[in-house]
């Protein structure tokens, strides 16, 4: 029996905590301490909340950030033209940037994800869409429910793309998303990418465990790309390739980020 809980927390401002067990009891917490050199939030509670199962039930808002790390907001010109991208970054310990949990890559979970986005706009995650709802101007996105993974593989993309895309022997859907005029340049790696797939499948004796996979040319990024599961971001110069311009040195960057990529996800998981 406990009265407080802890959870891993940065730059959020948590509005309403709710605990209900599982036999419908509801408990606030009496106090709400947020640490920001800890990063740790912690949940006080008056009474024990027993042994057992039950809902933790937090609202919280946070902003869009500048830093390339968490769920970051980056601008880019297309057309002359300003446009806004949100994407995640979370590896090693990034995701108590956008949400609260225990944020520490040997404890994991699954993970059922939403988002509203305005309309417009394309959203992606780990997971397949199951559906979608518009209201208006906005519509929510509703994913599939992930494997059980680590908080810093969790991924969430929102911007406007185009996308080819293609499908591997076993039956995977892969795509790449790519800047509105670009998708031309996101043919080399797409290719390669089914063709890394099926490799690998067969290298490993394990076939791809995932329903998906995207690949996303983000136009800030910290790294060269993330092995997020089904959705990895690549800064733009790691994925989109012309065939009348690139270097041979582009082709070959190219082809050696998307094989490590491949690799890393199909041995870890």
């Known amino acids: 029996m406990v009265k407080f809980l802890a959870l891993f927390a ?3 401002d948590v509005h309403e905590v709710c605990f209900t067990n599982s036999h419908g009891q509801q408990y606030h917490p009496s106090d709400v301490v947020l640490d920001g050199n800890e ?3 912690v949940l006080v509670f008056d009474q024990a909340l027993g042994v057992g199962e039950g809902v933790l039930g937090i609202g919280f808002s946070a ?3 500048a830093h390339l790390k968490g769920f970051y907001k980056c601008t880019y ?3 002359g033209g300003k446009n806004n991208m949100a994407v995640t970054q979370f590896e090693p310990v990034d995701a108590r940037r956008c949400f609260l949990s225990w944020d520490e890559p040997a404890l994991k979970a699954t993970f059922k994800i939403a988002v509203d986005v305005p309309s417009e ?3 992606l995650s780990n997971m397949p ?3 979608e709802k518009l209201d208006a101007n906005v519509k929510t996105v509703y994913f599939e429910e992930s494997p059980i993974m680590s908080t810093y593989l969790v991924a969430v993309v929102v911007g406007l793309f185009e996308h080819i895309e293609d499908t591997t022997s ?3 859907k892969v795509r790449a998303y790519c800047p509105v005029g670009k998708s031309d340049k996101g043919e080399f790696a797409l290719n390669l990418a089914v063709k890394t797939l099926d490799l690998f499948s067969k290298y490993f004796s394990t076939p791809y465990p995932l329903p998906k996979l995207d690949m996303v040319a983000v136009p800030e990024f910290s790294g060269g790309a993330m092995e997020n599961y089904g959705l990895i971001p690549y800064r733009e110069n790691e994925m989109l390739y012309d065939h009348l311009h690139s270097t041979t040195a582009r082709k070959q960057r ?7 990529t491949f690799a890393v996800i199909q041995y870890s998981t």
Do not use: C, H, K, P
Request: glycine letters at 8%; proline letters at 0%.
């Open 170 to 172: 076993d039956g995977v």
């Open 77 to 79: 010109l297309d057309g």
């Open 63 to 65: 902003v869009l950030n």
């Open 254 to 260: 190219v082809y050696f980020q998307l094989r490590y």
């Open 121 to 123: 706009l394309t959203a």
């Open 10 to 12: 940065l730059e959020l």
């Open 129 to 131: 869409i199951i559906s």
């Open 39 to 41: 990063e740790f939030l």
